[in-house]
């Protein structure tokens, strides 16, 4: 085994063993940002420099890799390693790019824990070096007769996530830069959970993992529920006790209907 397919390994396998320690220690601990924000954390920054700079690694990482893999002139791993940069330029540039800008004044973001930051951005070159890895060079296009069949489905469910995601995200900016304090968001997804941003990303890299169909694409997609499903039932249950009867009584925490 090559030195890199040994660190390809043991990447995947921290990935698939650190999902079920996330969501314990989450349900009792929310990362001290947004709605939970709080002092004991140590220093912060600016919440968009803060957001580019733990999801930088997904785009230039991905770049760096990508190139070197021997499928990196494969359709197939051109066309899903361009959906994975589409979700992470919108995360790492257009979404800090909003809240600067939706926001105006910083007060109304807070500090942004650098502690928070520095976990993130290990975590995103961790996950970025897997899923460029997978695509570019592991993956086995040749065996993968399903490809074809599989992608237009999953491509389906990747792109409603992400539909879901951004367009949450781009609600609850506009309710924060029009000051106030907070407010109960309405419209869309929002009917029916408290965290329809929170439930597009987990339906978005659902898509991602069936379109891989690869280890490394299914431990995203359960690391993802780990970390943001406790973060919705925290986010709900603070709705409930903000605004109490005026909170709608209908609302799941992330996964409509159901949870």
């Known amino acids: 085994m090559s030195s890199d397919q040994t660190l390809f390994h043991y990447s995947l396998l921290s990935l698939l063993l650190s999902g079920p320690p996330t969501a314990l220690s989450l349900l009792f601990l929310q990362a001290p940002y947004?709605?939970?924000?709080r002092p004991g954390w140590g220093p912060t920054i600016y919440p968009p420099l803060a957001w580019f700079l733990m999801e930088s690694p997904t785009i230039w990482l991905t770049l760096l890799l990508f190139p070197l893999g021997r499928h990196h002139s494969n359709p197939r791993a051109q066309i899903l390693i361009s959906l994975f940069l589409l979700h992470y330029l919108h995360r790492a540039i257009i979404y800090p790019l909003k809240i600067h800008f939706?926001?105006?004044?910083?007060?109304?973001?807070?500090?942004f824990p650098v502690t928070i930051a520095a976990m993130a951005f290990a975590f995103n070159l961790l996950n970025s070096y897997l899923q460029a890895?997978?695509?570019?060079h592991y993956a086995d296009y040749g065996s993968d007769g399903w490809f074809w069949w599989r992608f237009p489905g999953a491509l389906a469910v990747f792109a409603g996530g992400m539909a879901a995601n951004v367009t949450a995200d781009m609600v609850l900016l506009r309710l924060k830069g029009e000051g106030g304090g907070y407010r109960v968001p309405r419209g869309g997804w929002?009917?029916?959970v408290s965290c329809p941003n929170y439930f597009g990303e987990v339906v978005e890299w659902l898509g991602w993992a069936l379109m891989?169909?690869?280890?490394?694409?299914?431990g995203f997609f359960l690391y993802t529920c780990a970390n943001l499903v406790p973060r919705a039932r925290a986010n709900?249950?603070?709705y409930l006790e903000k605004f109490g009867e005026d909170y709608p009584k209908n609302r799941k925490a992330v996964i409509?209907?159901?949870y």
């Open 34 to 37: 947004g709605k939970h924000r």
């Open 212 to 218: 891989t169909w690869s280890w490394a694409g299914l």
């Open 236 to 238: 709900h249950k603070w």
């Open 102 to 111: 939706r926001t105006h004044d910083r007060k109304l973001t807070g500090g």
């Open 256 to 258: 409509p209907f159901v």
């Open 190 to 192: 929002f009917e029916v």
């Open 133 to 136: 890895r997978w695509v570019s």
